[in-house]
């Protein structure tokens, strides 16, 4: 057969429809060679994927490199690349521990390799594939001599059963093919002959069986290496839906597969009726997703999405009866979604998103708790099916659940696999400190660190991709979060109170807490007082100074006096994020300003503990700011309950806060609801942190700073921009980063969000503020000498910390900026939450008799011109009684 090879420097020429088309018919053939110049730039595969898929691909840096980037390669594994091509005089240099064999393949030139016999036992049980690049006989048009014997015995000599089951894969690289005297299609039938491909350059390639341009025809490259032994010619085919379940055996011929590929569908040849193209007439038809080859290559296996009642003429799914088991249940599930019995209790579950999700609790709940194999298999069952219910209603197929458990195995990174704080058995039964200890270290030597880059070696487009945040799907957390929404606006407090129950686990009597707020519910100790209280004098001194309560007074011309004053917004919704940790400094941040702003009505909301009691620092603080509620809610339904108002909930005018998506999304759907009438403060992503250093910079510092925003959650990201940093200081900083991870309370959530994260090495201070006011991060240090001399050329940031003793955690609690602020980029146009946030501006105009007479003539104009006779005679008749 052939392994097609597509340049990804060539983007262009990929879009056009003919490419597009080629792609999909080579990506039923199973994997195709992605060719990109160097490691540097892997960009090029996830933007060539965005537009293409491609189940299955290698990526081969085509331009040598005196250094492999290790982490660049496992990199790209990880994101699913099934094989990393390597030119053999560099791949003895990689550090084979960390890359399985299965996923490596080696680039030879026969005419380059003195000793291949040698080279090929040190590589043996380290590769799967080798690539043989060949030229072609310039003077006499010809292969080289001895060709296939000589291909033979490096066959015999790579050929080795791996350890992941099958055997080495060997492609041929003919340069100059073009000119070779010998058509493709037998070369490619010799090469079949000794288990060999030919690489083919997409542009080599057609589905048009009369080309005569010549080019290979993709579907005669696969048919001319099969085999038969019957009298027609025809090739056994098995058909299978995506989950590897036959449906039924059928024939092909090199006509059928041409069909099959050129249209990407179920074509078949009936030996009765000629070219069968299934569900033409019955309306069965079938999605091609894949041509197989099986080991012999005397049969064929088409994978295919089976449309219509099934594949057999008998009506049923498969020609061996009806399926069972798993593939059965989604069958029915499915069928229930479209239409259930009356009383169908499946139907019943698809209906209430609460019974569902209350159901999967439980059932997860007594699987852990079963014992015995009857009890087990009993649980497990019950554990399933609910999901599976969960995921119908989703639109989640058991492929889609199977791919992607593929695009997992991978993975050669391997995660922590720590449970999240609220599940951690050992967490919550920890007994002593010695356990608690064990439960925060890191997974045994797993080092954790960040992404590097070098700028210079970065095309644009890569420099572009390193800006954007990680995607957040929107569609199914909206999904979500409207039913919710409606819950609460139609219930009121009785939503709210169900809703906590559900996803808090706390049962309320009543959502909220009214002011004034109990004293023993505000308890604090000394210490944690007095830091609250001189974190409140600082922020109020502050967010003070920024309200300028004059009035702006301007007369534009004579006798036309304009002004502009400021007023309070009435009621305001200030959301405190509970979760992972609980936050009374962001209570601070929001209440303090509204405070100052001198906001009427301002309500807290935020989850409530498990004894349904605000955390008393919170309760402490609502208490400073003069709350006069604190709603015992949290995610989409706390931000429902404040944008529309329950029974005890006041309906609010503005809702500031930060929190997770749910809460993102929620306060972006009810914006958008004009009868809701309320605002926002911003829109908002993960929390983010960016530091410009250079080698003045301490290596400790720099580490704490980029690990106080990465312990936020999974999906943070920081970014260390390095100006000139020389190695040293660099792994200096690398070490302090995992060193001191390493100890974190918080090591599960900050080893996933570090390997997230990146270093960026510069070379000028210019580059580097290019990069940060290109990212506009929401927390942005500066680690320099003479930090303060660059604050002029800042443009984008949140909030900007100058020096080595400025930690970003300063300004998250108590030295007087706030640490609610813009991320995801939004730098660009939002400010963070400040005085002004709580306040509107009121503009106001007075004219005298003469000031109207002045001016009187421009506006009637203008009116005129726009055509509005009423604004023109509004004007017209006072102006007519002045002039009388």
């Known amino acids: ?112 390799t003195k000793d291949i016999d040698e080279l090929v036992k040190k590589l043996t049980g380290s590769v799967s ?58 070369i490619i039938q010799q090469l079949s002959e000794i288990s060999a491909d030919l690489v083919v350059h997409i542009e080599r390639l057609t589905l048009d069986p009369t080309n005569d341009e010549g080019l290979i025809n993709i579907s005669k490259s696969l048919t001319c290496t099969l085999k038969t032994d019957r009298p027609d010619g025809l090739f056994t085919t098995i058909v299978a839906d995506e989950r590897g379940e036959a449906l039924g055996i059928v024939y092909s011929s090199a006509e059928s597969v041409q069909e099959a590929l050129k249209t990407r569908t179920g074509v078949y040849q009936s030996r009765k009726r000629g070219l069968w193209h299934k569900g033409a007439t019955s309306g069965a038809v079938q999605e091609l997703n894949k041509i197989q080859v099986d080991c012999d290559a005397d049969s064929l296996r088409f994978i295919v999405k089976q449309h219509g009642p099934g594949f057999c003429h008998l009506n049923t799914r498969t020609c061996f009866g009806n399926v069972k088991g798993l593939t059965a249940l989604e069958q029915t599930l499915q069928s229930r979604k479209k239409s259930a019995p009356p009383g169908s ?37 019950d554990l399933i099916y609910f999901t599976l219910v969960n995921c119908i209603a989703n639109g989640v197929s058991l492929t889609d659940i199977e791919s992607h458990l593929d695009k997992r195995s991978m993975k050669i990174t391997r995660r922590p696999g720590n449970a999240k704080p609220k599940w951690d058995v050992n967490t919550i039964n920890k007994e002593n400190k010695q356990q608690e200890s064990q439960v925060h270290t890191s997974p045994k030597n797993e080092v954790i660190k960040m992404q590097k880059f070098n700028l210079s070696g970065l095309s ?44 808090d686990g706390v049962k309320l009597e009543s959502p909220v807490i009214s002011a004034p707020f109990p004293p023993e519910a505000m308890t604090l100790d000394e210490s944690t007082r007095l830091a609250i209280d001189r974190a409140y004098d600082n922020i109020y001194k502050f967010h003070d100074a920024q309200y300028d309560r004059s009035t702006l007074v301007v007369e534009t011309m004579p006798g036309v006096i304009c002004s502009r004053f400021s007023r309070p917004i009435e009621r305001v ?24 702003a001198g906001c009427k009505q301002i309500v807290f909301a935020t989850p409530p503990r498990k004894d349904g009691t605000v955390v008393p620092e919170i309760l402490y603080v609502a208490h400073k700011v003069g709350a006069s509620k604190v709603v015992l809610a949290g995610g989409s339904q706390a931000v429902a309950a404040l944008a529309y108002g329950t029974e005890s909930v006041p309906k609010v005018d503005k809702i500031c806060g930060p929190g997770n998506q749910y809460v993102t999304a929620a306060k972006m759907v009810t914006q958008n609801d004009s009868s809701a009438m309320i605002s926002i403060d911003m829109p908002a992503g993960p929390s983010e942190l960016l530091i410009i250093a250079d080698n003045t910079s301490n290596p400790a510092y720099v580490a704490s700073d980029l690990l106080s925003q ?74 320099l000498d003479k930090a303060e001399s660059l604050l002029e050329k800042i443009e984008n940031a949140g909030s900007v910390f100058v020096g080595s003793y400025s930690p970003e955690s300063c300004g998250d609690y108590a030295s007087g900026t706030n640490h609610t602020l813009p991320t995801y980029g939004y730098a660009r146009m939002y400010s963070g939450v400040n005085t002004l946030t709580f306040l509107k501006h009121i503009t106001s105009q007075q004219l005298t008799k003469e000031g109207l007479h002045k001016l009187g003539t421009t506006v009637m104009r203008l009116a005129e011109v726009e055509g509005l006779e009423a604004h023109r005679n509004a004007v017209h008749i006072r102006v007519k009684d002045i002039e009388s």
């Not at 080798?130 to 048009?141: E, M, V």
């Not at 579950?349 to 999967?360: A, E, G, R, Y």
């Not at 644009?460 to 409606?486: C, E, F, G, H, M």
């Not at 100890?743 to 996933?752: A, H, K, N």
Request: proline share 5%.
């Open 1 to 112: 057969m052939i392994l097609p090879t597509i340049d990804l420097s060539e983007q262009e020429k990929l879009s056009n429809a003919h490419s597009i088309d080629l792609i999909k018919s080579l990506n039923l053939l199973g994997e195709v060679i992605l060719n990109i110049p160097t490691l540097a730039d892997s960009s090029l595969v996830k933007k060539f994927l965005e537009t293409h898929s491609i189940d299955s691909y290698w990526v081969y840096p085509i331009k040598e490199q005196e250094f492999l980037d290790n982490d660049s390669i496992i990199r790209l594994l990880d994101q699913g690349t099934e094989k990393i091509v390597i030119p053999s005089s560099n791949l003895l240099s990689l550090d084979f521990d960390y890359i399985p064999a299965d996923r490596l393949a080696v680039s030879l030139d026969l005419s380059q």
């Open 460 to 503: 644009a487009a890569q420099r572009t991709s390193l800006l954007q945040r990680p995607i957040i799907k929107s569609d199914n957390i909206l999904a979500k979060v409207r039913p919710i929404i409606d819950d609460v606006r139609k219930k009121g407090d009785a939503a709210l109170i169900e809703l906590t129950a559900k996803f």
């Open 129 to 186: 594939a080798y690539l043989i690049n060949l030229s072609i006989n310039s003077s006499t048009k010809s292969l080289p001599e001895n060709l296939f014997q000589n291909l033979s015995n490096l066959t015999k000599l790579t050929q080795k059963d791996l350890s992941s089951g099958g055997k080495t894969k060997i492609g041929v690289v003919l340069s100059d093919i073009d000119s070779c005297d010998s058509p493709p299609i037998e």
């Open 573 to 596: 919704g200030l959301y405190i994020p509970g979760g992972t940790a609980s936050l009374p400094s962001t209570a601070l941040m929001l209440g303090i300003p509204a405070k100052v």
């Open 345 to 381: 209790y499946t139907a019943k579950l698809f209906q209430n998103p609460d019974l569902l999700h209350s159901k999967i609790m439980e059932e997860a709940d007594e699987l852990c708790s079963a014992k015995t194999k009857d009890e087990i298999t009993w649980e497990a069952a």
């Open 710 to 783: 990465a312990e936020h959650g999974e999906d943070s990201q920081v970014v260390l921009v390095a100006v000139s940093l020389t190695p040293e200081n660099l792994a200096k900083i690398e070490h302090e980063v995992h060193i001191q991870a390493s100890v974190l309370p918080r090591v599960s959530i900050v080893s996933q969000s570090i390997p997230k994260s990146f270093i960026l090495q510069v070379n000028t201070l210019e580059e580097a503020v290019k990069f940060s006011n290109d990212y506009a991060p929401e927390h942005l240090i500066l680690h």
